[in-house]
Nanobody, 118 residues
C-alpha cells in the first residue's frame, strides 16, 4: 500500500506563488506515475499535472507555463510549483499515485486547499 501526505496549500493573492508537496511512503516501487488533480466546488476533478517514472511530464493547458511538477527521489516527494496564480486556480488539490501495470492501483492524498484572492 502507498500513503500520500500533501502539504503547502494556503491563501495567496493573485499573482503569487505556492509550492505543494506530496510525500509518498509504502510500496513506492510499484508506482509508475504521480500527479496533481484539483477540484473546485461544483466542478469535476481535473488533472493539473503528472510525471512518470522516466520524468515525462504533462500539464493542463490552463496551467502550462505557470506550474511545474517535479520530484525528489531521495525524499520520495513530488512537488507542484505554482506561479502567477489566478483566482480560477482556487480548488482543493489532490496528490495521486498510480500503478498502471496489472494489478492496477490508485492512491490519493487527503487534499490541500489552495485559495487565490483577486
Amino acid at each position: 500500500q502507498v500513503q500520500l501526505v500533501e502539504s503547502g496549500g494556503g491563501l495567496v493573492q493573485a499573482g503569487g506563488s505556492l509550492r505543494l508537496s506530496c510525500a509518498a511512503s509504502g510500496s513506492i516501487f510499484s508506482i509508475n506515475a504521480m500527479g496533481w488533480y484539483r477540484q473546485a466546488p461544483g466542478k469535476q476533478r481535473e488533472l493539473v499535472a503528472s510525471i512518470t517514472r522516466d520524468s515525462s511530464t504533462n500539464y493542463a493547458d490552463s496551467v502550462k507555463g505557470r506550474f511545474t511538477i517535479s520530484r525528489d527521489n531521495a525524499k520520495n516527494t513530488v512537488y507542484l510549483q505554482m506561479n502567477s496564480l489566478k483566482a480560477e486556480d482556487t480548488a482543493v488539490y489532490y496528490c495521486n499515485a498510480a500503478r498502471v501495470a496489472w494489478p492496477t492501483r490508485n492512491y490519493w492524498g487527503q487534499g490541500t486547499q489552495v485559495t487565490v484572492s483577486s
